[in-house]
């Protein structure tokens, strides 16, 4: 069993609106769910640190700061480091206080360069001056050291940008700190997904710290972004170094390449995510995915001698040995039509299930219709039947049939159910 000489929260993606929304007390309650784990340990009951990973407000206002000031002031204990960064929503206050236009849409409407700078300069300012952090920060908590490191705002498609002058900050900070502790983690924050390698890095990831980062293999990242969510075993990949995805403590979100109707957020009262990190003195580390919602941990992984590139588990091997989600053997398709209109009720499958491809088929078996569906277990109360509607359909002879997938594609065996429409 891990003996924590480290305890941190880290998390992604609040957006903090300016009036009050469920996402405030959301997170709070997430905080506060980390001291309650924290202080149920028999020996390590301190909770070190919250890191917070980009998007804590949803347009970077003045309002949203001092909300989320308000917000840690609420929960924060003494003794636990509060580090936010900024990602991408932090910086949407660009058109600054012009006829009160705040939002985003000041971006369409009015996209010179300078304004954009202008948000920057705004959130920067605001970083500091209210919640007493930087931009860019190095620390060296319990003997292990973190580095965060904020996007910049150049406008090119909404992208998320590091300057040059970022990426060498960050390099010197990474060199000093794998120097003084090669074999301990070295925790690095930053808001965009670092390309190629955890869940929801297609579409919600940046390319500029692949390569420079594979010199250091103690390198344990965490990023958010994409709102994907970390109950997902994909949202932990190592290779050269770890990545982590942090979820999303306002909405969880379904990545684009996972179902045919596209990136999809969870209904947003149902479902968030974060994450409570522990490391013992050798620099091992369990990592708790909590779940603020229903007030308790949905996942635990562990990651041993995270410095050891010959150690890593959380590979893309993980794809070979998946295992397979199955029905139960009782399992059955229930077929109901109201109206004309026809809907199929089936029971989740056993085991980590993404989506289900329902198929209805004609008598000669040939697929009339297909609907892909998720599995709806990241959701703090996951439905045990999930009910798919096909809408009108003719008189004739059908056949339903019901295929589970697996987070890494593995595909468990059909349920059948034929009947008739009168």
């Avoid at 562990?302 to 794809?319: C, G, K, L, S, V």
């Avoid at 078996?365 to 990241?378: D, E, W």
Wanted: hydrophobic share 35%; charged share 25%.
């Amino acid at each position: 069993m891990l003996q924590p000489v480290l305890r941190f929260l880290v998390c992604s993606d609040v957006h903090y609106l300016d009036e009050p929304t469920y996402v405030r007390e959301r997170f709070e309650n997430f905080v506060r769910l980390g001291y309650d784990i924290a202080g149920q340990h028999e020996s390590y009951k301190a909770l070190d640190a919250l890191y917070v990973v980009g998007d804590f407000l949803d347009t970077g206002t003045e309002e949203q700061f001092l909300a989320f000031k308000a917000s840690l002031d609420k929960v924060i204990r003494e003794g636990t480091k509060v580090v936010p960064l900024l990602g991408s929503h932090e910086f949407f206050h660009a058109a600054g206080e012009r006829e009160g236009v705040t939002t985003r849409l000041a971006l369409v409407l009015e996209p010179e360069f300078q304004k954009v700078i202008r948000g920057e300069v705004h959130a920067v300012e605001r970083l500091r001056d209210i919640l007493g952090t930087e931009e860019d920060t190095h620390f060296v908590l319990n003997g292990f050291h973190f580095i965060t490191v904020s996007t910049t705002r150049v406008w090119s498609q909404w992208y998320d940008t590091y300057t040059p002058e970022k990426m060498d900050w960050l390099m010197t900070q990474l060199r000093e700190a794998a120097a003084d502790t090669p074999k301990k983690p070295v925790f690095l924050f930053q808001h965009p997904h670092i390309y190629g390698t955890v869940y929801g890095k297609d579409g919600w990831s940046k390319p500029e710290l692949c390569l420079p980062l594979a010199e250091f293999p103690q390198i344990v990242d965490f990023s958010g972004h994409s709102h994907a969510p970390c109950t997902d075993p994909r949202s932990i990949y190592q290779k050269d170094f770890t990545c982590i995805g942090t979820g999303s403590i306002s909405d969880v979100a379904y990545n684009e390449y996972d179902a045919a109707q596209g990136w999809t957020k969870a209904d947003r009262e149902a479902c968030g995510q974060g994450l409570l990190v522990e490391a013992d003195g050798e620099g091992n580390l369990r990592l708790l995915v909590l779940d603020p919602v229903a007030g308790v941990v949905r996942k635990e992984y562990r990651i041993d001698r995270p410095w050891d590139p010959d150690a890593f588990t959380y590979t893309e091997d993980r794809a070979k040995t998946e295992a397979t989600p199955e029905f139960a053997a009782d399992a059955d398709i229930t077929v109901t039509r109201k109206d004309g209109e026809l809907s199929v009720t089936f029971p989740q499958a056993v085991g980590d299930t993404v989506q289900y491809a329902v198929n209805l088929r004609r008598k000669d078996g040939s697929v009339l219709r297909r609907i892909v569906t998720f599995a709806k277990q990241i959701y703090a109360c996951p439905p045990e039947t999930l009910t798919v509607d096909f809408g009108k359909t003719a008189p004739g002879e059908y056949t339903v049939d019901v295929r589970p997938s697996a987070p890494f594609g593995t595909r468990g065996k059909a349920i059948r159910k034929g009947f008739v429409v009168s």
